[in-house]
């Protein structure tokens, strides 16, 4: 299971930290990732981390503004996001990571980027 939080409103060019608290897996054993899905739209991957944290994967509209980290002792994920734009207003999920495609998604959290 995999349940996010974190999120809210925040005016544009602010910063929010989200979190993902995993359980009823071996949370360390799985590639991760952070996806969105904004009203209306397809889900769009924001960041994907590898197994040990070492490698990350960050769309272009995501680089320099968004990072993600993971702390397996804990079971959690996390998305650093700074700069944030009215564009960035989604319903933001953490879930399991293939290489090329998300899964077992979880509950998500709402961002909502508004002046």
């Known amino acids: 299971q995999l349940q996010a939080s974190g999120g809210g409103l925040v005016q544009p060019g602010g910063s929010l930290t989200l979190s993902c608290t995993a359980s009823g897996f071996s949370f360390g054993s799985y590639a991760m990732s952070w996806v969105r899905q904004a009203p209306g739209k397809e889900f769009e991957l924001v960041a994907a981390?590898?197994?040990?944290?070492?490698?990350?994967s960050t769309p272009d509209f995501a680089k320099g503004r968004f990072t993600i980290s993971r702390d397996n002792d804990k079971n959690t994920l996390y998305l650093q996001m700074k700069n944030l734009k009215p564009e960035d207003t989604a319903v933001y999920y953490c879930a399991k990571w293939t290489g090329t495609r998300h899964y077992d998604r979880g509950q998500g959290t709402q961002v909502t980027v508004s002046s």
């Open positions: 981390i590898d197994r040990g944290g070492r490698l990350r």
